[in-house]
Every structure is written in structure tokens, then in C-alpha cells.
């Protein structure tokens, strides 16, 4: 039996972040994948395609390999485009055989946990692939923070990023928000903390740097949280590697009363290059379980997270794909270690973690980044809301068990194509 590739496209399109989708084409067959956000991936089609058509889509290990020794000297972002196309290929082979995904890995959970990213009071403003703030008509009229930032041309994330405090980060903003999550069926909240207070100076935030009054502030924000959802709602913090070694400790002193489930991101340890020893320090004075791995893309690196005593992995599987992922919940599996994705996609993404999360033994919830998107649910079929009472329901379609709808992505992007 063979499979054999015909075809690669790929598009981009900007929602809250920018959704790359991967075609992978056997003559009328095809699969459809999701590449995690990077700036050129549609720049890598011609060359991807040279390498792909002729293969055989069933031997995806010896595709995978390829590409990677193809792109030796690419840098990091050609993984997004291989885990695109890796997922394009499970979908594609486990439509062809009819049956779904998680069935083909194996998978037994059919209902998947979601936790959904709050962000602040408001949803986190749309970004590009360079983490800038950009504008769109459906922004206008969504539950969204605006104009946080004082200079438009820095990314959101890290340490020469200037911000304005505004209500969205009061405490009452945050608490608010956590009781309309909850009263929708989240059983698991994630917010950022890596926000402007009313007392933030600008030398500090270069330094990666808090004052305690900063910190008081966060820690303000989480008690009203938690007085808010009570003790039966897993409550996460966001720091987006934003702080330095002492500071994230004083984070982590302060939060401990409020048993959050995790802190995430708290330096710069893994961005691009690694340096784990910062977070092996972290952790050693923090009871609240680290979780890191967004910024990974390998098993072998996750093997290598294993000495910093981190606690809760958080692979992005638009970054790793099928392969890759399967490992790295097989190596949490080992060790104990809760496996809770990262995931800041459209559907597509998003239903092949959650089918990837059907594998898992120590799974905690899969990651929902598109709640304050108003297509999120619109731009598939057949037509469903894919998440339902903080659960992600796998069903007997095969492949992922949804599609692209071309028509209603049209409405919001005329030039699709894929």
C-alpha cells in the first residue's frame, strides 16, 4: 500500500495570531496541518515541495528525517513548517484509512481537558509572527485589551517592552474575568502576570527587574482570583520569560499562599538557546511547579529538562508535530511529569494536540488560546463548537475530525488558498 505525495501548500493567514495551514496532497486525498507562528514559512514552499512529492506519505519517519537533514543549517523556524507537515500527514493517512486520529496513535481518552488563556481582564490584543500588535476590523468589537503598549513597534513579550497600566489589570478586571470563564464550564484559567502595574519603572522592566510593590500587586490580583473561582478551579500565571533569577523567585514567594497549578515561562532560559541551569535554580526555591517547553521542539531537549526538576512540560505541537510530541508525552509519562500543552492556534492545531493528548498518561489540559477570536468556530466543518464545557470531545471522524470550511475562510481572508 502507498500513499504517495503529489502536492504541498501552504497559507498564511492573520487571526489573533498568524495560522499557517499545510496541504499535503495524495492525487484526490489530503491532510491538513497547522505550522506553529514564524515569520517567511510560506517563503519555504518551492523548496519543501522539491523534497516531499514522490515520497511516500505512510513512511512519515523517513519524511521527517529528511527534512530535518535538509534543513541543517535553517535555524529554529523550519520546525514549524516540518510539524505542519507532519500533522497534514497524519491527517492525511488516517483519513485515507478512515478512522480517526487518535485511534491510529492509539489513543484512549476521547474526552481531552481544555484550560483556556485569559490573559488579563481582557483577551491578549492580535500579534503577528514578530510579536507585534496589529490591528484588524474584528478587533473592534471583541473582548480585548487596546493600546497597551506606549511604543508600537516592540514586541509584547520581554524586557523593552513599554506598557501602560490600565483597569484591564485590576484585580476587580481579572476577577471579573475568571467568573465568566468559570460560569462557562472552565475548570482551569491561565492569566498572564507579566503586565504593567500601577507602580512599574522602566529601569526595572530592562532588568527584568520588580519592585515589591510590583510584586504585592501580582500577588493582589491572583488572591482575588482565587477568592473568586474558589479551591475546586486550577488558577495558572503567564510570566513570558520576562523576569531574571531573583525576581521570578520573589514571584514565586509571593503567589505560594494561592496554590496555583503552575508558574509559566519565568526567564529567558529557553528562548532560542537554552540555558536550564536558571530554571534548575528557580525551581529549587519554588514549591509551585515550573512549567516550561513552548520554545522546545525536540525529545531530546525535554530529556534535557528532566535535570531542572520542572515540572509540568508544555510542548507547542505546531512546533514539534506528531512524532516529536508522542515522544515527549512518552518521556513525561516515564518520569510523572504532567504534559500540558501549549497551543495558540486555530482549530486545526488545536484538534491535532488534543488527538496527540489522547496518548498521554499524564495529561493535564490541552491549551485554548482563540477564546476571544468570534470566527474561531466558524472557519470549520462539519460545523460544531469544538470545545464544549472545558472538554474537547474526540469523535469517530476520521483524520482530525474537522476540515477547513473554504468558503467562510474566504470571507475573512479573499485571497485563501490552499
Known amino acids: 500500500m502507498e500513499l504517495r505525495i503529489s502536492d504541498l501548500r501552504v497559507f498564511t493567514v492573520q487571526a489573533n495570531f498568524e495560522w499557517t495551514f499545510v496541504r499535503i496532497y495524495s ?20 523548496g519543501f515541495r522539491r523534497l516531499l512529492v514522490g515520497e511516500d506519505a505512510f513512511k512519515v519517519n523517513r519524511i521527517i528525517e529528511k527534512l530535518r537533514y535538509a534543513t541543517l543549517y535553517s535555524g529554529t523556524t523550519t520546525h514549524h513548517l516540518i510539524a505542519g507537515i507532519t500533522i497534514a500527514l497524519y491527517d492525511l493517512i488516517s483519513k485515507y484509512l478512515n478512522v480517526p486520529l487518535y485511534k491510529l496513535l492509539g489513543g484512549d ?48 513579550s520581554g524586557r523593552l517592552s513599554l506598557e501602560k497600566w490600565n483597569e484591564d489589570y485590576s484585580p476587580e478586571s481579572y476577577a471579573k474575568r475568571a467568573r465568566s470563564l468559570v460560569n462557562e ?62 525576581t521570578a523567585i520573589r514571584i514565586c514567594k509571593a503567589l505560594e499562599p494561592y496554590r496555583l497549578r ?34 522546545l521542539y525536540s525529545s531530546v531537549q525535554f530529556k534535557d529538562l528532566l535535570s531542572t526538576n520542572a515540572r509540568v512540560w508544555t510542548p507547542d505541537i505546531a512546533k514539534t508535530g ?3 510530541g508522542r515522544k515527549i508525552s512518552e518521556i513525561a509519562s516515564i518520569y510523572d511529569i504532567e504534559f ?26 490541552v491549551e485554548f488560546h482563540g477564546h476571544d477570536v468570534p470566527f474561531w468556530n466558524d472557519i470549520i466543518k462539519p460545523k460544531r463548537k469544538i470545545i464544549e464545557h472545558g472538554f474537547i470531545t474526540l469523535t469517530d471522524e476520521p483524520g482530525l475530525g474537522i476540515d477547513l470550511d473554504i468558503d467562510v475562510m474566504r470571507k475573512y481572508w479573499k485571497d485563501f488558498e490552499v
Not at 492525487?27 to 518551492?46: I, K, Q, R, S, W
Not at 530554571?279 to 513552548?294: F, N, R, T
Not at 492545531?349 to 498521554?360: D, E, N, Q, V
Open 27 to 46: 492525487g484526490d486525498y489530503y491532510g491538513t496541518g497547522e505550522a506553529g507562528p514564524a515569520p517567511g514559512l510560506m517563503g519555504m514552499v518551492n
Open 109 to 156: 481518552r476521547e474526552r481531552i481537558r481544555v484550560y483556556v488563556d485569559a490573559h488579563g481582564g481582557k483577551g491578549l490584543e492580535a500579534i503577528d509572527s514578530l510579536l507585534l500588535p496589529i490591528r484588524l476590523s474584528w478587533i473592534e468589537n471583541a473582548e480585548i485589551e487596546k493600546d497597551r503598549l506606549v511604543t508600537q513597534n516592540n514586541p509584547v
Open 185 to 246: 464550564g472552565f475548570t482551569a484559567i491561565k492569566f498572564d502576570l507579566d503586565i504593567p502595574t500601577p507602580f512599574l519603572s522602566e529601569h526595572r522592566v530592562r532588568s527584568g527587574d520588580l519592585s515589591l510593590k510590583d510584586i504585592d500587586y501580582m500577588a493582589e490580583i491572583i488572591r482575588a482570583v482565587r477568592d473568586t473561582v474558589g479551591d475546586e478551579i486550577d488558577i495558572m500565571v503567564d510570566l513570558h520569560w520576562r523576569y531574571n533569577v531573583n
Open 262 to 295: 503552575w508558574i509559566e515561562d519565568p526567564t529567558t532560559s529557553t528562548i532560542a538557546l537554552t540555558n536550564f541551569d536558571e530554571l534548575k535554580i528557580i525551581s529549587s526555591y519554588c514549591s509551585i511547579p515550573i512549567a516550561v517547553g513552548e520554545t
Open 322 to 324: 506528531i512524532i516529536e
Open 340 to 365: 500540558s500543552p501549549h497551543n495558540i492556534g486555530s482549530p486545526i492545531a488545536t484538534m491535532a494536540t488534543a488527538h496527540l493528548s489522547s496518548l498521554s498518561n499524564t495529561l493535564g489540559a
